[in-house]
């Protein structure tokens, strides 16, 4: 089992930055996957940047040049730095933690807002 706790969401205003964190506990390798997904309004939820354990990050194209997402395997914890952040970026934003056995654990979601 994977406990995940993010923090870090909140309002911010348009070209404003946040950054996300999310801290995985239980039974955790740094060769698993962390990423975060985010769901809008009356949108399905989507992918917003993968990081597989030593592998090549991806972003959605939505984000690319304006997220970063990194981890610190030393305290198992993932983030995602947001820049030039738009209104259109405005979702719940989750954690998701992939294991090399199949296993997909989803974090309580943070609220991100921008707005003016």
């Known amino acids: 089992q994977v406990r995940l706790v993010e923090s870090g969401g909140g309002l911010v205003q348009p070209g404003g930055s946040l950054r996300l964190s999310c801290a995985a506990s239980g039974t955790v390798s740094n060769w698993d996957t962390m990423g975060w997904y985010r769901q809008a309004p009356g949108k399905e939820r989507e992918l917003v940047a993968s990081l597989p354990g030593g592998g090549v990050t991806s972003y959605a194209d939505s984000v690319k040049g304006r997220f970063t997402i990194s981890r610190d395997n030393t305290k198992s914890t993932v983030f995602l730095q947001m820049n030039s952040l738009k209104p259109e970026d405005t979702a719940i934003y989750y954690c998701?933690?992939?294991?090399?056995?199949?296993?997909?654990?989803w974090g309580q979601g943070t609220q991100v807002t921008v707005s003016s």
């Open positions: 998701k933690y992939n294991d090399l056995h199949g296993g997909n654990y």
